[in-house]
């Protein structure tokens, strides 16, 4: 189940970087992994555009308490006392007037569904990022790249337990 999320910019982009998963724990430990596209490759938030390499993290673990039940992105960076709130703007450094942040909110009841998996849709249009997901998926409806002249780029996740 995944327990938190961590966003996180670079200078420098996935290309030159390991595997994914080697890559991930070097940067943040055990059991934490990337938010990776449909061919299983690390998503730049901020493909294409001018910005920062933008990278979404997320760590898992076994246990279903105080896993995530629900992912959104906003453009408020608070925190309230339902959603956890990540502080790294998704569009850091693109033209973009929009900023945009990560936010997920934590399991209130064991019956609840939780997360299971995430991954990205990109594509030259929204139609063609949208193709990137399967039906299972729950797509959320802001291009992450909005006004910063890149790729569509959408966030979407399965539940699992």
């Keep these: 189940m995944i327990q938190e ?10 290309a030159t970087l390991k595997a994914a998963e080697d890559w991930a724990v070097d940067n943040l430990g055990e059991g934490w992994h990337v938010v990776c596209n449909k061919t299983k490759l690390p998503q730049d938030f901020n493909q294409k555009a001018s910005g920062k390499y933008i990278y979404i993290f997320f760590r898992t673990d076994v246990k279903v308490e105080g896993a995530v039940a629900a992912i959104r992105i906003t453009a408020s960076n608070g925190t309230s006392e339902e959603w956890i709130t990540c502080p790294q703007n998704l569009n850091e ?11 997920y909110c934590n399991l209130k009841c064991a019956t609840d569904p939780v997360v299971g998996g995430v991954q990205s849709g990109y594509g030259a249009s929204v139609e063609s990022a949208m193709k990137d997901f399967s ?7 802001q291009d992450v790249n909005q006004g910063a002249g890149g790729k569509y780029i959408f ?3 399965t539940y699992g337990r």
């Design 93 to 103: 450094g693109t033209s973009s007037k929009k900023a945009l942040y990560l936010s």
């Design 135 to 141: 039906p299972g998926h729950v797509v959320l409806r």
């Design 155 to 157: 966030l979407g996740y």
């Design 5 to 14: 999320f961590d966003v996180r910019s670079f200078e420098k982009g996935f």
